[in-house]
């Protein structure tokens, strides 16, 4: 046996926290944001209100060097990895003075048996969404710092039923744009084993891309039986439609199976559920404040931040000059650009929100002047194309995103639908041609009312 020393150059890409943060913050609805705003508050001392009152000149540094001294002792402490920032992997980042803040700078702006307890509807009952439900599970698991990551990027890009808008290989196109075949490859991998594990998750289901992997996923957990492996192998091929057709004659031609036995299949999948996620959704309506305000320009109309929802956060000067002065600091330094961070991703948010939204109401400047009769077809790749951002990126823009118009306030991917080919050759928004036929009904007369 001989003893070798070889030296050998890879390339490892890392979902960083700082882009997990984005995708997350991106997602959050108005309120789920407030909610995430003042849990960083109360977390990190380097993290303000603007409103905040000033503190008194005499005592405010005497104060500010006792908070640092007792922060300090318990970042030490701390054994959690969230406090633990200024490891190697907020790599891939900015540089330092792309996100540095000036002092006082501000910006406003499991198995089947284990499923026999199981009561996602108890759990939705007490405000638990799918998404905290999810992160539950994975802290329970012995995991590494790449496996755990890519599981949360997984997890973060869930929609409301549970499903994973694009596969892997989109999501990592998404969450690093300047990586080459080699590093996205390597990021590609570690996205794939991370669904995997959360496809492991309660509920079954979850995680899948496809409502018949949706369906296949449910059927793994149940126990081996021949109608269970035909209900996967009609699932997996893709034969969906014609068993909504209950065309048993095809179905028996392809799966090699008769009739009765199809329709046992049809009876086991009915018992399925294809919205997974949509259970952990709260069941009691709540009162949207808009994201956006739809201001007229002129003949044109425009998007306008609504000021009463954006967060109006600053790095605690004092505390950020005290660290400085400081020579053992280094277990804050963390906090601190987390803290300037935070700022930059809250900012990054609704910079985004408000470019999605100028677009869309740049597309359908006649629904803001006529109602639902002017709305246009309009599709997220058509903004995404524009904006250059990616069409999941869209998607989460316009999802529990509200938009105030003259005509009341609307979540913006109610201005996304499909278009019906008309006779001219053109093509005419489904949402237009609905309220075209209502009101031709009300408009109808009673005494001889219109054919179907």
Known sequence: MKQTLNLRLSQHLALTPQLQQSIRLLQLSTLELQQEVEQMLEANPFLEHEEAEPEPEAASEAQATAEVAEARKEAASDETPELKL????????????????????????????????????????????????????LAGLSLGEG??????????????????????????????????????????DALRMGLKLVQS?????????????????????????????????????????????RDWRRL??????????????????????????????????QAVTPDVIAQRSGRRWRAVLNPEVLPKLRINGLYADLLRRSRDGAGLSGQLQEARWFVRNVQQRFETIERVAQAVIERQQNFFNHGELGMRPLVLREIADELGLHESTISRVTTQKYVLTPFGTFELKYFFGSGLSTDTG???????????????????????????
Request: proline fraction near 6%.
């Open 426 to 452: 053109g093509n005419a928004s489904s949402t237009a041609v609905r309220a075209l036929i209502r009101q031709m009904v009300q408009e109808e007369n009673p005494a001889a009312p219109l054919s179907d």
């Open 86 to 137: 200024d490891r190697e992997d907020w790599q891939g980042g900015a540089e330092q003075g792309d996100w540095d803040a000036a002092p006082g700078e501000t910006w406003q702006g499991s198995n089947s048996e284990a499923d026999d307890d199981f009561d996602p509807l108890g759990l939705a009952h007490v405000g638990i969404d799918l998404r905290a439900h999810l992160r539950s599970q």
């Open 147 to 188: 496996d755990r990551a890519a599981a949360e990027a997984i997890i973060d890009s869930l929609d409301d039923d549970g499903y994973l808008p694009e596969g892997p290989d989109q999501l990592a196109a998404e969450l690093d744009a300047t990586a080459d075949a080699e590093e996205r490859e390597a990021l590609c």
């Open 201 to 245: 998750f309660d509920p079954a289901g979850v995680g899948a891309t496809t409502l018949s992997e949706c369906l296949c996923l449910q059927l793994r957990r149940e126990p081996p039986c021949p109608i269970r492996d035909l209900a996967m192998a009609l699932c997996a091929g893709g034969h969906m439609d014609l068993l909504s057709k």
């Open 252 to 285: 028996g031609r392809l799966l090699h199976a008769d009739e009765a036995a199809l329709r046992e299949v049809q009876q086991r999948i009915a018992k399925l559920d294809p919205r997974p996620g949509a259970r952990f959704a709260p069941s009691t309506a």
